[in-house]
């Protein structure tokens, strides 16, 4: 059975204070949800500071296409929570090799989630109670525009504990992001790559590095670096 959709405003118990904290002023009076409403980020949820966003632009470097496919493959191996708009054609294909795992899943489109149609691949996830939709849009944005997305984005990384930009062109709206990211004093991460120089000039840092360097607790048990 698919959850019906709830509506969590700033007074409710279950409103995130990430996005308080982040957004400030542009934190959203109400968020809408579909789905295990436990896996909300908060002081209750189980995710041990480890939920990471994916974002990948719809343009990037071949060599990253099959970085980003493996990325997504040891986050499912490693039941690791991910968190994004899954819009973009190499994020689709890594929502769909996700949702073959046992992890959570926030899936927030840039858009309305009221009379959105609920893709029968979903419906597995759902009945897990390991997938929560969630968007910050009321029921008039029932279109993905560019400024929608901008601010799906922004809500998207004030939830997450970490990351992952796979890629930026110069003088992008993503590396701007990225620079927004980092003064937020968010983990940002990225593939090592000559084609992510710029990202990196602005303090991203490499994904390789951080599973090397940090024990990632899973399950209520400590795992070294998933490299």
């Given amino acids: 059975m698919i959850p019906p959709i709830q509506r969590i405003t700033q007074i409710d118990p279950n409103y995130p204070k990430k ?38 632009s719809k343009k990037c470097p071949g060599e990253l296409i099959l970085k980003t496919h493996d990325l997504a493959q040891r986050f499912k191996e490693r039941g690791i929570p991910t968190i994004g708009g899954y819009h973009s054609p190499i994020e689709q294909e890594c929502l769909r090799v996700l949702l073959r795992g046992v992890q959570p899943i926030l899936l927030c489109p840039a858009r309305s989630i009221e009379n959105m149609r609920l893709k029968s691949v979903w419906k597995d996830a759902f009945a897990k109670e390991r997938l929560l939709i969630l968007s910050p849009f009321e029921s008039r944005h029932n279109r993905q525009t560019a400024a929608l997305a901008n601010r799906r984005n922004a809500f998207v990384a004030a939830l997450a504990d970490k990351i992952c930009i ?54 209520d048990r400590s795992i070294g670096g998933i490299i």
């Fill in 166 to 219: 796979v890629h930026a062109a110069e003088d992008s709206k993503t590396l701007e992001f990225a620079q927004m990211m980092v003064s937020w004093g968010k983990p940002v991460f990225t593939f090592d790559t000559p084609a992510n120089r710029d990202l990196f000039e602005f303090g991203v840092q490499s994904v390789h590095r951080a599973w090397v360097d940090t024990r990632i607790r899973l399950n």
């Fill in 19 to 56: 996005l308080k904290d982040f957004l400030k002023t542009e934190a959203p009076e109400t968020i809408w949800a579909r789905g295990n409403i436990d896996l909300l980020p908060g002081i209750d949820t189980a995710f041990n500071g480890n939920l990471w966003a994916l974002f990948c």
